[in-house]
Every structure is written in C-alpha cells, then in structure tokens.
C-alpha cells in the first residue's frame, strides 16, 4: 500500500491557467507538508499543516493555496501559473513528536508550464 | 539563508568502494536526518542522528555528527550500483507543532558496477 499519494504524477498546462496536486498519507500521521524542487535539485518547504491548521508558510506567493480537508490529505492549488513554477512538488507527511521525526515523501508531481 | 552544503556535489566510485558524503549548515539544530533520493522519485529517509549524538550506524551506513563545527558526514560501505542516487542531509529544530526540515543541496552518487 503506498503511503503518501499524490495525484497527478505529471501536469503540463499552460502560463496563466489555474491547477491542483492532491496529496494523501494513510499513515495516520497528524503533520503534512509541501516540498518544491527546482531544476538544480534544490529542495524547499512551502507548507506545513498540522491536524488541518496552517503552520509554516515560507513566503511563498499567494497563488498558491493549500488545503486540508482532514489530516489525511493536503492539497495544493495554484493560480494563475507562471514558468518559474514548473518544478517537482512533493508531499510528505510525519507525526511530531515522540521520536517519529521521519518524513514520508510522496513520489512527486511534475509540473511544467508551457 | 539556512540551506545546508553538501560536499561533493557529485560523486563517481567503483562498486565495493565506499563512498563519503559530508554535510554543513549554519544554525543549531535538534538532528539532522539522511535522505536518498532515485532518479524521477520521492526522498527516502536513511538515517536520524540527534544532536547528542555523535555516530550511529545502521547496515552499511555510518552517519557522524560533529555539532561543533555543524557537520555531518555519510559513509556508505561496500557500494553497490543500487545505491546510485542523489543524498540529501537535511536538519530539523523543533518548532511549535511542526518539525521543519532545512535540506541541503544534495550529493549525487554515481556506483559504477
């Protein structure tokens, strides 16, 4: 069984159109985050969401509008897409606390925009 | 910024080599975690190492942590070709009701079979 999913596993879309990366872990973890990577393999969180409430938001701009439904998933919308946005996005989720600090990574959405 | 460095940027062995990837960064931190990624995938995580900790091994890895001068390395022993893949440290400090990581810039290993 996969634990984290993220769906879709590529999108290629347009400049200017609007998309979203759903992303859910069935590890029962209660934290999930959002990862960027650009083209030199540079990794950066974007988001954190811990039980469905807003922890970390590192500047990122805000076309982009993540959402928890419940703790089990967090997606991502993106407005308005720029070139600068193609990347790989990935997911990944944890349970703080304890000595559970590993996190779980989704296997990533490739998103190129035209 | 608090993005760590790796060291080398990449690096070409033989398999049955052993190969060494070193880590720095720039603030305190609580651990600091090993990450493998494979071409096209996600991030795998290898290994913990907390910051009273000095080594920690587990099968063919061995992670060290030297808190004194923020950094970290990982030896991979006995390479094989399967272990081809980006490595990536990445520190954690607690914060609030998340665990942040910082990751570094990664080391992408080539094993040569």
């Known amino acids: 069984d996969t634990a984290v999913s993220q769906t879709p596993k590529y999108l290629v879309t347009q400049m200017g159109n609007d998309k979203s990366i759903k992303c859910e872990q069935n590890?029962?973890?209660?934290?999930m985050y959002w990862y960027k990577q650009d083209s030199k393999k540079f990794l950066k969180i974007m988001f954190s969401y811990n039980n469905k409430e807003l922890i970390i938001n590192e500047t990122v701009p805000n076309r982009f509008s993540p959402k928890s439904p419940d703790k089990a998933h967090l997606n991502l919308h993106i407005n308005s897409l720029e070139l600068g946005d193609s990347a790989v996005y990935f997911c990944?989720?944890?349970?703080?606390?304890?000595?559970?600090?590993?996190?779980?990574f989704g296997p990533g959405t490739r998103l190129l925009v035209l | 910024s608090q993005q760590g460095e790796e060291d080398p940027q990449a690096l070409s062995i033989q398999e049955g080599e052993n190969a060494t990837m070193n880590c720095s960064y720039k603030t305190s931190i609580n651990n600091l975690q090993w990450y493998r990624q494979n071409s096209g995938r996600g991030l795998v995580h290898l290994i913990l190492i907390r910051s009273n900790e000095r080594e920690k091994h587990s099968g063919r890895l061995r992670v060290t942590l030297d808190t004194s001068k923020k950094s970290s390395s990982l030896l991979i022993t006995a390479s094989r070709a399967a272990d081809t893949a980006s490595y990536f440290c990445?520190?954690?400090?607690?914060?609030?009701?998340?665990?942040?990581?910082?990751f570094g810039t990664g080391t992408l290993l080539a094993v040569q079979p």
């Open positions: 990445a520190t954690e400090n607690y914060g609030g009701a998340t665990n942040k990581l910082i």
């Open positions: 990944a989720s944890s349970q703080v606390g304890g000595a559970r600090e590993t996190q779980y």
């Open positions: 590890l029962g973890h209660d934290t």
